[in-house]
């Protein structure tokens, strides 16, 4: 199979999936209107609710949801043969995660701008909400924790790339002063700091950036405490200051490198040299672990919390939902495909053949157990054997791979921290509707989001301590992917409105996860890991609770319709109560 024809397949696939689907969804099934207020300007602060526009909104968005997920879930999916990852990372945005993104970002908004959980109280009951805020705090938790060891990690494995990443910070707020102050042009100046950042790219390669050796203090441990203090002060700032210009200059990288590596397999048209299904040694079986590993490429939880975290915040209408929504996890499902072809055709490059793929998935151990480094090196390699067949020189190439995976692991470290608040700021909210306490001020509840973060990442000296419960991240986050599903089901179904759309993929992605959070369990038993067992377990019996708390909720809202419809029969006089409540 040659890789031209499936990234054309792939690409042309998305195009008629946003232009059929995703339009039936926004007018007959949502019905999107310009007409329905919107939270960025009903409680308009200037500093989280920001009404923006839609191309700068989907660079903030896009690179809030593509951390390092849709690029190593991918390189590690094709273990099982490069059919079944291509074809979870096709089919799967465009049924499940582009509509679980859609759906959140909706609910969310016709709901000022709450999260997920918030949501989960109010159409399912206040218990499942609580609950359910444990659930994205836990997994918030980890997200900091980890990414921030990752990109400690990454900086040390590509010092190369440390100055890029860096000068973007004041590049960044140049533009957004430039752009929200002295009112030029977001287009223009964006694309001036996408060549700042190429400059001091170059640059970078030969001024490598590397911390010491502070005694017992580890290099990836100095760069965990520098990132989280970064989090803090980016997260708390308005989102205009920093975070919109730093994203939007990050979605013009996405797409210049999409377009490079494109451009790469147009002109060497290099063959798959990966088998189309493939039984490694050691591996698990492919259903479910497959669509537990592929994540962020095709449904990820953690994009529900983003939709209605920060992106919600700053639609600026409601029709560019669809467009944000829909269209950010079509695209990231494009860098998916991408990233399965630099793996499974350009690490075969230059005379390598087989030999080049095999080298890196002959067999489970040296894939995913081999650990991110080994799994980056293939995704760096075969990227810039793609590049190269362009003329960018090797060492360049694996340079602007790496300053792209950083940029892009940065932006979702900072706006889960501002997400995390969020939640954590609903969480401990009143019957009065405002948080508890200190909690009412966002600095406060931003330390407590990064001391907590900080305190599991140094739970181990190496800052490695988070990884002890990284293993049950994955099922949780797709559980999560399920559950914000239901949640869009139960608001469809009191809507009376078709709730297929939703609830398909949601039955599909609950098996998937229960089945794959039932195995953890067995293994995790075996190890005699019962902190990992309990984790599990809770997440199980979290998952049946929403199940059954969510059927009762649509079946007593069907109860309360049919009361109502009945006492119209009788008396001929309509109520709004009604509406209020199923609606």
């Known amino acids: 199979m040659n890789s031209l024809v499936l990234a054309l397949i792939a690409f042309f696939g998305y195009i008629v999936a946003y232009k059929t689907y995703g339009s039936w969804l926004a007018k007959k099934i949502f019905k999107l209107s310009d007409k329905n207020p ?61 509509v679980h993104d859609f759906t959140s970002l909706v609910m969310s908004s016709r709901h000022g701008g709450q999260t997920i959980g918030e949501l989960s109280r109010k159409l399912i009951s206040n218990r499942v909400g609580v609950i ?28 190369e790339s440390v100055l890029s990443i860096w000068m973007q910070i004041p590049i960044a707020i140049w533009i957004g002063y430039m752009v929200y102050k002295k009112g030029k042009k977001d287009t223009l100046y964006s694309i001036i700091g996408l060549i700042l950042l190429y400059v001091f790219a170059i640059v970078g390669i030969f001024l490598p950036i590397r911390l010491p050796q502070l005694g017992p203090v580890s290099p990836i441990v100095l760069w965990i405490v520098i990132l989280l203090i970064y989090s803090y002060f980016a997260s708390v700032l308005p989102v205009t200051t920093l975070l919109q210009p730093r994203d939007y200059i990050n979605s013009h990288e996405l797409l210049v490198l999409m377009g490079v590596l494109f451009a790469g397999i147009l002109v060497a048209r290099p063959a798959i040299v990966a088998p189309a299904f493939q039984v490694a040694k050691g591996a698990p079986s492919l259903w479910p672990t497959l669509f537990i590993i592929i994540a962020c490429g095709a449904i990820s939880g953690f994009h529900s919390l983003a939709s209605s975290g920060t992106t919600v915040k700053q639609l600026e209408n409601e029709k560019d939902a669809q467009f944000v929504g829909y269209g950010g996890m079509l695209l990231e499902g494009a860098l998916s495909v991408l990233v399965i072809l630099a793996v499974t055709a350009g690490l075969g490059m230059y005379g390598k053949g087989t030999a080049g793929y095999f080298q890196y998935y002959s067999e489970w151990a040296t894939t995913a157990g081999a650990g991110l480094a080994a799994q980056l090196k293939a995704i760096v390699e075969g990227a810039a054997n793609l590049m190269k067949a362009i003329g960018i020189p090797e060492l360049l190439g694996r340079t602007l791979m790496a300053v792209f995976i950083v940029s892009f692991a940065g932006t979702t470290l900072d706006s889960a921290t501002r997400i995390q608040r969020f939640a954590l700021e609903e969480l401990v909210r009143t019957k009065s509707g405002k948080p508890w306490g200190p909690f009412k001020n966002r600095y406060f509840s931003t330390f407590v989001v990064v001391a907590l973060a900080f305190g599991l990442a140094m739970s181990s000296p190496d800052g490695k301590g988070a990884l002890k419960l990284w293993p049950v991240f994955g099922a949780l986050n797709q559980l999560l992917a399920a559950l914000a599903l239901l949640i869009g089901t139960v608001y469809l179904a009191k809507k009376k409105i078709n709730p297929l759309p939703t609830l398909l993929p949601a039955v599909f992605m609950l098996t998937t996860t229960i089945v794959a959070t039932i195995q953890n369990i067995v293994t995790y038993a075996s190890q005699n890991n019962y902190l990992l067992v309990f984790i599990a377990g809770s997440t199980l019996v979290i998952a049946f609770w929403m199940v059954f708390e969510s059927l009762l909720s649509i079946a007593k809202s069907v109860k309360l319709e049919t009361v109502y419809q009945e006492e119209f029969k009788k008396t001929g006089i309509p109520t709004t109560e009604s509406e209020s409540r199923v609606c």
């Open 132 to 159: 359910f805020l444990i659930l994205i705090q836990f997994l918030l938790w980890l997200v900091l924790a980890v990414f921030a060891m990752i990109m400690g990690l990454l900086f040390d494995m590509y010092p």
């Open 38 to 98: 919107v939270p960025s300007k009903e409680f308009y602060d200037g500093v989280d609710y920001v009404p923006t526009k839609r191309h700068i909104l989907l660079g903030h968005h896009f690179t809030t949801i593509a951390g390092t997920g849709p690029i190593v879930g991918p390189a590690i999916g094709v273990i099982w043969g490069w059919l079944p990852a291509f074809l979870w990372v096709v089919l799967g945005p465009i049924f499940a995660g582009a």
